[in-house]
Nanobody, 123 residues
Framework: QVHLVESGGGLVQAGGSLRLSCTASGRTFTSYAVGWFRQAPGKEREFVATISRSIGSTHYADSVKGRFTISRDNTKNTVYLQMNDLKPEDTAVYYC????????????????WGKGTLVTVSS
């Protein structure tokens, strides 16, 4: 079992930046690919970004590519999502997740989920 806790959400103006953090406890953090999904009001949950277990390869949704950066610090059991040039359409609850592979994330799934943190971008 992996327990994930997100932080860093909040209200920001369009064009601004936020950094989300997610700290994991439980089983070995380095055993899992980790990443982020989001769900906007009235919409389905969507993949945002993921980073692999070991070599740290990253993958992004087209909608955030070039604006968001995912990273992980295995010494702190933490994954980050740096979000720059935020847009109103980025408004959503952001969920941290852990899974067995990057492929799992790219298929829209994960094994463990956090409770989410709300990001609101005003225009």
């Amino acid at each position: 079992q992996v327990h994930l806790v997100e932080s860093g959400g909040g209200l920001v103006q369009a064009g601004g930046s936020l950094r989300l953090s997610c700290t994991a406890s439980g089983r070995t953090f380095t055993s899992y690919a980790v990443g982020w999904f989001r769900q906007a009001p009235g919409k389905e949950r969507e993949f945002v970004a993921t980073i692999s277990r070991s070599i740290g390869s990253t993958h992004y949704a087209d909608s955030v590519k070039g604006r968001f950066t995912i990273s992980r610090d295995n010494t702190k059991n933490t994954v980050y999502l740096q979000m720059n040039d935020l847009k109103p359409e980025d408004t959503a609850v952001y969920y941290c997740a852990a899974g067995m592979s990057v492929g799992q994330f790219l298929r829209g799934a994960a094994t463990y989920w956090g409770k989410g943190t709300l990001v609101t971008v005003s225009s």
